[in-house]
Protein backbone atom coordinates (compact mmCIF):
# COMPACT_ATOMS: atom_id res chain seq x y z
CA UNK A 1 0.00 0.00 0.00
CA UNK A 2 1.66 3.05 -0.88
CA UNK A 3 2.50 5.91 1.70
CA UNK A 4 0.35 9.04 1.34
CA UNK A 5 2.38 12.30 0.97
CA UNK A 6 1.19 14.14 4.11
CA UNK A 7 0.91 18.37 4.27
CA UNK A 8 2.15 20.64 6.07
CA UNK A 9 -0.24 21.72 8.95
CA UNK A 10 -1.18 24.83 8.84
CA UNK A 11 1.43 26.65 11.23
CA UNK A 12 3.99 25.10 9.47
CA UNK A 13 2.28 26.20 6.07
CA UNK A 14 2.22 29.91 7.74
CA UNK A 15 5.84 29.91 8.78
CA UNK A 16 6.82 28.96 5.40
CA UNK A 17 4.82 31.21 3.76
CA UNK A 18 6.52 34.18 6.27
CA UNK A 19 9.92 33.22 4.46
CA UNK A 20 8.60 34.44 1.48
CA UNK A 21 10.27 37.63 -0.03
CA UNK A 22 7.10 39.44 0.02
CA UNK A 23 6.23 38.56 3.42
CA UNK A 24 9.95 39.38 4.78
CA UNK A 25 9.04 42.96 2.64
CA UNK A 26 5.88 43.51 4.00
CA UNK A 27 7.15 42.67 7.59
CA UNK A 28 10.20 44.79 6.82
CA UNK A 29 7.67 48.03 6.07
CA UNK A 30 5.43 47.56 9.18
CA UNK A 31 9.11 47.86 11.51
CA UNK A 32 10.29 50.59 9.55
CA UNK A 33 6.71 52.46 9.78
CA UNK A 34 7.15 51.68 13.28
CA UNK A 35 9.83 52.98 14.22
CA UNK A 36 9.52 56.14 12.04
CA UNK A 37 6.81 57.05 14.13
CA UNK A 38 8.42 56.14 17.25
CA UNK A 39 9.46 59.07 19.53
CA UNK A 40 13.20 58.85 18.55
CA UNK A 41 12.41 57.90 14.44
CA UNK A 42 10.23 60.93 14.61
CA UNK A 43 12.94 63.09 15.74
CA UNK A 44 15.26 61.63 13.13
CA UNK A 45 12.87 62.03 10.29
CA UNK A 46 12.08 65.53 11.00
CA UNK A 47 16.38 66.32 11.33
CA UNK A 48 16.15 64.63 7.82
CA UNK A 49 13.45 66.11 6.51
CA UNK A 50 14.77 69.62 7.38
CA UNK A 51 18.30 68.55 6.00
CA UNK A 52 16.98 67.43 2.61
CA UNK A 53 14.82 70.99 2.30
CA UNK A 54 18.40 72.34 2.91
CA UNK A 55 19.53 71.10 0.19
CA UNK A 56 16.85 71.48 -2.69
CA UNK A 57 16.23 75.03 -1.41
CA UNK A 58 19.81 75.62 -1.91
CA UNK A 59 20.38 74.20 -4.88
CA UNK A 60 17.33 76.36 -6.64
CA UNK A 61 17.79 79.85 -5.07
CA UNK A 62 21.63 79.89 -4.66
CA UNK A 63 22.35 80.02 -8.50
CA UNK A 64 19.97 82.76 -8.86
CA UNK A 65 21.26 84.93 -5.68
CA UNK A 66 24.58 84.12 -7.36
CA UNK A 67 23.36 85.46 -10.71
CA UNK A 68 22.05 88.49 -9.15
CA UNK A 69 24.57 89.73 -7.35
CA UNK A 70 26.97 89.85 -10.38
CA UNK A 71 23.94 91.75 -11.95
CA UNK A 72 24.33 94.41 -9.43
CA UNK A 73 28.56 94.31 -9.81
CA UNK A 74 28.11 94.92 -13.48
CA UNK A 75 25.63 97.81 -12.74
CA UNK A 76 27.78 99.27 -10.56
CA UNK A 77 30.53 99.21 -12.57
CA UNK A 78 28.52 100.96 -15.81
CA UNK A 79 27.48 103.74 -13.09
CA UNK A 80 31.16 104.64 -12.39
CA UNK A 81 32.18 104.49 -16.02
CA UNK A 82 29.54 106.71 -16.98
CA UNK A 83 30.20 109.01 -13.95
CA UNK A 84 33.82 109.51 -15.12
CA UNK A 85 32.44 109.87 -18.74
CA UNK A 86 30.32 113.14 -17.43
CA UNK A 87 33.36 114.54 -16.02
CA UNK A 88 35.75 113.92 -19.12
CA UNK A 89 33.37 115.27 -21.71
CA UNK A 90 32.80 118.87 -19.85
CA UNK A 91 36.72 118.69 -19.60
CA UNK A 92 36.25 122.38 -17.96
CA UNK A 93 34.51 121.46 -14.65
CA UNK A 94 31.14 123.52 -14.07
CA UNK A 95 30.00 122.37 -10.46
CA UNK A 96 26.36 123.32 -11.35
CA UNK A 97 25.99 121.03 -14.96
CA UNK A 98 28.59 118.15 -13.00
CA UNK A 99 26.25 117.81 -9.98
CA UNK A 100 22.86 117.79 -12.33
CA UNK A 101 24.79 115.03 -14.49
CA UNK A 102 26.10 113.00 -11.77
CA UNK A 103 22.67 113.14 -9.50
CA UNK A 104 20.63 111.69 -12.22
CA UNK A 105 23.11 108.81 -12.58
CA UNK A 106 23.12 108.22 -9.18
CA UNK A 107 19.09 108.34 -8.82
CA UNK A 108 18.92 105.64 -11.98
CA UNK A 109 21.70 103.33 -9.91
CA UNK A 110 19.63 103.72 -6.99
CA UNK A 111 16.25 102.62 -8.59
CA UNK A 112 18.18 99.94 -10.29
CA UNK A 113 19.78 98.86 -6.94
CA UNK A 114 15.86 99.12 -4.96
CA UNK A 115 14.61 96.52 -7.64
CA UNK A 116 17.51 94.27 -7.41
CA UNK A 117 16.95 94.21 -3.98
CA UNK A 118 13.47 93.23 -3.99
CA UNK A 119 14.85 90.36 -6.09
CA UNK A 120 16.45 89.06 -3.68
CA UNK A 121 19.97 91.16 -3.65
CA UNK A 122 20.79 91.07 0.08
CA UNK A 123 24.32 93.43 -0.75
CA UNK A 124 26.69 90.54 -0.13
CA UNK A 125 29.57 90.25 -3.11
CA UNK A 126 30.56 87.13 -5.27
CA UNK A 127 32.88 84.85 -3.14
CA UNK A 128 31.07 85.85 -0.06
CA UNK A 129 28.89 83.53 1.96
CA UNK A 130 25.89 84.04 0.66
CA UNK A 131 22.27 84.08 2.51
CA UNK A 132 21.16 80.71 0.54
CA UNK A 133 24.35 78.92 1.98
CA UNK A 134 23.80 75.47 3.89
CA UNK A 135 23.43 77.03 7.71
CA UNK A 136 20.99 79.72 5.77
CA UNK A 137 18.71 77.17 3.76
CA UNK A 138 18.53 75.17 6.67
CA UNK A 139 17.49 77.51 8.86
CA UNK A 140 15.11 78.60 6.22
CA UNK A 141 13.76 74.83 6.12
CA UNK A 142 12.96 74.97 10.15
CA UNK A 143 11.14 78.20 9.88
CA UNK A 144 8.80 77.01 7.22
CA UNK A 145 7.56 73.83 9.12
CA UNK A 146 7.86 74.94 12.24
CA UNK A 147 5.40 77.78 10.59
CA UNK A 148 8.04 80.65 11.82
CA UNK A 149 8.75 82.71 8.92
CA UNK A 150 11.31 85.35 9.85
CA UNK A 151 11.17 86.50 6.56
CA UNK A 152 14.18 87.74 6.20
CA UNK A 153 15.01 84.95 3.57
CA UNK A 154 12.51 83.48 1.08
CA UNK A 155 12.66 81.91 -2.44
CA UNK A 156 12.47 84.10 -5.55
CA UNK A 157 12.56 81.43 -8.49
CA UNK A 158 9.36 79.93 -9.71
CA UNK A 159 10.78 76.01 -9.01
CA UNK A 160 11.32 77.36 -5.38
CA UNK A 161 8.43 78.96 -4.40
CA UNK A 162 6.67 75.55 -5.87
CA UNK A 163 8.71 73.55 -3.22
CA UNK A 164 7.97 75.80 -0.75
CA UNK A 165 4.40 74.86 -1.21
CA UNK A 166 5.14 71.03 -1.43
CA UNK A 167 7.64 71.04 1.59
CA UNK A 168 5.14 73.06 4.27
CA UNK A 169 2.20 70.77 3.24
CA UNK A 170 4.19 67.86 4.02
CA UNK A 171 6.28 69.51 6.93
CA UNK A 172 4.18 71.13 8.88
CA UNK A 173 1.67 68.07 9.70
CA UNK A 174 5.54 66.37 10.12
CA UNK A 175 6.01 69.18 12.82
CA UNK A 176 2.68 69.11 14.55
CA UNK A 177 3.23 65.60 15.12
CA UNK A 178 6.23 65.73 16.06
CA UNK A 179 5.26 68.24 19.19
CA UNK A 180 2.39 66.26 19.87
CA UNK A 181 4.50 63.25 20.60
CA UNK A 182 7.40 64.40 22.33
CA UNK A 183 5.40 66.87 24.33
CA UNK A 184 3.60 64.07 25.56
CA UNK A 185 6.51 62.08 26.05
CA UNK A 186 8.31 64.67 28.12
CA UNK A 187 4.95 65.80 29.74
CA UNK A 188 4.83 62.08 31.08
CA UNK A 189 8.87 61.82 32.54
CA UNK A 190 8.35 64.89 33.73
CA UNK A 191 5.16 64.23 35.64
CA UNK A 192 6.86 61.23 36.83
CA UNK A 193 10.05 63.19 37.98
CA UNK A 194 7.88 65.44 39.81
CA UNK A 195 5.35 62.67 41.74
CA UNK A 196 9.00 60.97 42.93
CA UNK A 197 10.75 63.90 43.89
CA UNK A 198 8.43 66.67 45.45
CA UNK A 199 5.13 64.91 46.53
CA UNK A 200 5.42 64.59 50.47
CA UNK A 201 2.58 62.70 51.22
CA UNK A 202 2.47 59.24 52.42
CA UNK A 203 2.48 55.79 50.67
CA UNK A 204 -0.49 54.36 52.90
CA UNK A 205 -3.55 55.72 50.98
CA UNK A 206 -5.81 53.39 49.10
CA UNK A 207 -8.69 54.60 46.96
CA UNK A 208 -11.94 52.64 46.44
CA UNK A 209 -12.26 51.02 42.90
CA UNK A 210 -15.27 51.57 40.72
CA UNK A 211 -17.55 48.67 42.41
CA UNK A 212 -17.79 50.52 45.96
CA UNK A 213 -20.38 47.57 47.25
CA UNK A 214 -17.75 45.04 46.45
CA UNK A 215 -15.97 45.75 49.62
CA UNK A 216 -18.83 45.31 51.71
CA UNK A 217 -20.14 41.85 50.98
CA UNK A 218 -19.41 39.57 54.03
CA UNK A 219 -18.40 35.77 53.01
CA UNK A 220 -21.19 33.96 52.96
CA UNK A 221 -21.37 29.90 53.17
CA UNK A 222 -23.97 27.83 52.11
CA UNK A 223 -24.82 24.69 52.76
CA UNK A 224 -27.00 23.10 49.67
CA UNK A 225 -29.38 19.78 49.33
CA UNK A 226 -26.39 17.19 48.69
CA UNK A 227 -24.20 18.54 51.38
CA UNK A 228 -21.62 19.82 49.22
CA UNK A 229 -20.13 23.46 50.46
CA UNK A 230 -19.91 26.34 48.25
CA UNK A 231 -17.93 29.24 49.06
CA UNK A 232 -18.62 32.72 47.58
CA UNK A 233 -15.88 34.83 47.82
CA UNK A 234 -16.36 38.90 48.72
CA UNK A 235 -16.42 40.70 46.02
CA UNK A 236 -19.33 39.00 44.25
CA UNK A 237 -22.35 40.62 43.21
CA UNK A 238 -24.22 37.39 42.06
CA UNK A 239 -27.65 37.14 43.67
CA UNK A 240 -27.06 34.24 46.26
CA UNK A 241 -30.61 32.05 46.32
CA UNK A 242 -30.60 30.35 50.05
CA UNK A 243 -33.30 27.39 50.63
CA UNK A 244 -34.58 26.67 54.15
CA UNK A 245 -32.26 23.40 54.77
CA UNK A 246 -28.90 25.57 54.04
CA UNK A 247 -27.00 27.28 56.72
CA UNK A 248 -26.11 30.64 56.45
CA UNK A 249 -23.06 32.42 58.43
CA UNK A 250 -22.11 36.02 57.73
CA UNK A 251 -17.67 36.71 58.69
CA UNK A 252 -16.13 39.81 59.08
CA UNK A 253 -13.54 40.63 56.77
CA UNK A 254 -10.19 40.87 58.41
CA UNK A 255 -8.32 43.96 57.40
CA UNK A 256 -5.36 42.53 55.34
CA UNK A 257 -8.00 41.05 53.03
CA UNK A 258 -9.75 44.40 52.86
CA UNK A 259 -6.38 46.38 52.18
CA UNK A 260 -5.71 43.42 49.32
CA UNK A 261 -8.83 44.29 47.59
CA UNK A 262 -8.49 47.99 47.62
CA UNK A 263 -6.66 49.35 44.57
CA UNK A 264 -3.90 50.84 45.82
CA UNK A 265 -3.14 53.73 44.12
CA UNK A 266 -1.29 56.86 44.73
CA UNK A 267 -2.98 60.25 45.30
CA UNK A 268 -3.17 62.19 41.85
CA UNK A 269 -0.17 64.71 41.19
CA UNK A 270 -0.30 67.37 38.88
CA UNK A 271 2.37 70.08 38.21
CA UNK A 272 1.94 73.61 38.87
CA UNK A 273 1.47 76.41 36.76
CA UNK A 274 4.03 78.42 38.44
CA UNK A 275 6.69 75.99 37.96
CA UNK A 276 5.62 75.25 34.08
CA UNK A 277 6.01 79.12 33.49
CA UNK A 278 9.29 79.17 35.29
CA UNK A 279 10.60 76.68 33.32
CA UNK A 280 9.79 78.86 30.22
CA UNK A 281 10.99 82.01 31.68
CA UNK A 282 14.21 79.78 32.05
CA UNK A 283 15.07 78.56 29.05
CA UNK A 284 13.90 82.07 27.39
CA UNK A 285 16.51 83.58 29.20
CA UNK A 286 18.94 81.27 28.81
CA UNK A 287 18.76 81.31 25.07
CA UNK A 288 18.40 85.41 25.12
CA UNK A 289 21.63 85.15 27.00
CA UNK A 290 23.47 83.31 24.03
CA UNK A 291 22.00 85.08 21.54
CA UNK A 292 22.83 88.58 22.86
CA UNK A 293 26.50 87.49 23.06
CA UNK A 294 26.34 86.08 19.31
CA UNK A 295 24.30 88.72 17.77
CA UNK A 296 25.56 91.80 20.30
CA UNK A 297 21.92 92.61 21.31
CA UNK A 298 21.18 93.70 24.79
CA UNK A 299 19.24 91.10 27.15
CA UNK A 300 15.61 92.43 25.95
CA UNK A 301 15.95 92.12 22.74
CA UNK A 302 17.43 88.58 23.26
CA UNK A 303 14.76 87.73 25.15
CA UNK A 304 11.96 89.34 22.77
CA UNK A 305 13.68 87.13 20.08
CA UNK A 306 13.57 84.25 21.57
CA UNK A 307 9.88 84.62 23.04
CA UNK A 308 8.60 85.53 18.90
CA UNK A 309 10.72 82.87 17.53
CA UNK A 310 9.36 79.45 20.33
CA UNK A 311 5.72 81.10 19.77
CA UNK A 312 5.79 81.38 16.12
CA UNK A 313 4.80 84.67 15.63
CA UNK A 314 8.27 85.39 14.12
CA UNK A 315 7.88 89.31 13.18
CA UNK A 316 11.50 89.10 11.06
CA UNK A 317 12.58 92.32 13.04
CA UNK A 318 15.43 90.83 14.44
CA UNK A 319 16.71 87.91 12.94
CA UNK A 320 20.15 85.88 13.86
CA UNK A 321 21.42 86.26 10.33
CA UNK A 322 24.70 88.19 10.81
CA UNK A 323 26.27 85.57 12.67
CA UNK A 324 24.50 82.28 12.28
CA UNK A 325 23.73 82.50 8.49
CA UNK A 326 26.41 84.58 6.94
CA UNK A 327 29.84 84.20 9.11
CA UNK A 328 32.24 81.82 8.07
CA UNK A 329 32.60 78.51 10.43
CA UNK A 330 28.97 78.80 11.92
CA UNK A 331 27.92 75.17 11.56
CA UNK A 332 28.40 74.92 15.05
CA UNK A 333 26.22 77.99 15.87
CA UNK A 334 23.75 76.50 13.24
CA UNK A 335 23.49 73.33 15.67
CA UNK A 336 22.63 75.38 18.15
CA UNK A 337 20.35 77.67 17.10
CA UNK A 338 18.27 74.70 15.52
CA UNK A 339 18.45 72.07 18.31
CA UNK A 340 17.19 75.75 20.22
CA UNK A 341 14.35 75.88 18.52
CA UNK A 342 13.12 72.29 18.19
CA UNK A 343 13.75 71.54 21.87
CA UNK A 344 11.95 75.04 22.74
CA UNK A 345 8.89 74.17 20.75
CA UNK A 346 8.94 70.19 22.39
CA UNK A 347 9.47 71.70 25.70
CA UNK A 348 6.72 74.43 25.11
CA UNK A 349 3.74 71.63 24.14
CA UNK A 350 5.27 69.72 26.99
CA UNK A 351 4.08 73.05 29.70
CA UNK A 352 0.94 73.37 27.59
CA UNK A 353 0.18 69.46 28.54
CA UNK A 354 0.82 69.95 32.31
CA UNK A 355 -1.13 73.27 32.83
CA UNK A 356 -3.84 71.85 30.92
CA UNK A 357 -4.00 68.98 33.56
CA UNK A 358 -3.68 71.31 35.92
CA UNK A 359 -6.32 73.77 34.83
CA UNK A 360 -8.61 70.92 34.31
CA UNK A 361 -7.95 69.67 37.90
CA UNK A 362 -9.03 73.14 39.10
CA UNK A 363 -11.82 73.21 37.37
CA UNK A 364 -13.57 69.75 38.66
CA UNK A 365 -12.41 70.47 42.50
CA UNK A 366 -14.13 73.94 41.98
CA UNK A 367 -17.38 71.85 40.57
CA UNK A 368 -17.15 69.39 43.41
CA UNK A 369 -17.42 72.30 46.15
CA UNK A 370 -20.33 74.14 44.26
CA UNK A 371 -21.95 70.83 43.30
CA UNK A 372 -21.83 70.62 39.59
CA UNK A 373 -19.70 67.67 39.67
CA UNK A 374 -20.50 64.70 41.73
CA UNK A 375 -17.87 62.51 42.79
CA UNK A 376 -17.75 58.88 42.09
CA UNK A 377 -18.12 57.39 45.91
CA UNK A 378 -21.08 59.83 46.26
CA UNK A 379 -22.65 58.18 43.34
CA UNK A 380 -21.82 54.60 44.23
CA UNK A 381 -23.54 55.33 47.94
CA UNK A 382 -26.78 56.42 46.35
CA UNK A 383 -26.63 53.48 43.63
Not at 315 to 340: A, M, N, R, T
Not at 345 to 366: D, G, W
Request: contains cysteine.
Amino acid sequence: MALERKRPSGRSGSRFAEKTPANKCKAFCRKFTAFTFSHVGLCGLVVGYSIMGAFAFRALEAPYEEEKAGEVIDMRQKTVKRLWDITYDLNVLYKDNWTRLVTAEIKRFQADLIEAVKDGYDGKELGEVQQWSFSGAFLYSLTVITTIGYGNIAPRTDWGKLVTIVYAIIGIPLMLLYLTNIGDILAKSFRYVYRRMCTCKSSEHYTKGRNVENYRVKHIVAHNVSGRQKALEHGVQDEIIVSPGDEVRIEAIPNNELHEDLDFQKPGVTVPITLCLLILVGYISGGAIIFSLWEGWGFLDGSYFCFVTLSTIGFGDLVPGDSVVSDQGSQEKLVICSLYLLIGMALIAMCFNLMQEEVIQKLRSCGRNIGIIKDVDDEADIA
